[in-house]
């Protein structure tokens, strides 16, 4: 399995990006996937999270109202769509998929098996 995340960058405070993660060497509309961060000298928490079938999708609520989390089975594609960026959101970003059963979105970390390389997102207030 591997995903490959892209689409970070550098962005003033208010701004946006669109993150991207695309997976191979599994079932993609099988499993629920979630992005999750990492900033420095802070423990990696989750961001988002979509179903097998992109029905369901959650979100921590540091980002609810701003993050869209969506996903295109046809390109094995989940995106992340972050509007209104603020300098808290300042991390590393990582796609996730969970493995076998795991078709619900969930927030947890540990219940996810397979992680993407991560990708810088800088916010610059």
């Known amino acids: 399995v591997q995903l490959q995340a892209s689409g970070g960058g550098s962005v003033q405070a208010g701004g946006s990006l669109r993150l991207s993660c695309a997976a191979s060497g599994i079932t993609f509309s099988s499993y629920a996937l979630g992005w999750f961060r990492q900033a420095p000298g802070k423990e990696r928490e989750s961001v988002a999270a979509?179903?097998?079938?992109?029905?369901?999708?959650y979100y921590a609520d540091s980002v609810k109202g701003r993050f869209t989390i969506s996903r295109d089975i046809a390109s094995n594609t989940v995106y992340l769509q972050m509007n209104n960026l603020k300098a808290e959101d300042t991390a590393v970003y990582y796609c996730a998929t969970r493995g076998y059963g795991g078709a619900c979105a969930r927030l947890n970390l540990w219940e996810y098996d397979y992680w993407g390389q991560g990708t810088q997102v800088t916010v610059s207030s």
């Open positions: 979509i179903s097998w079938s992109g029905d369901h999708t």
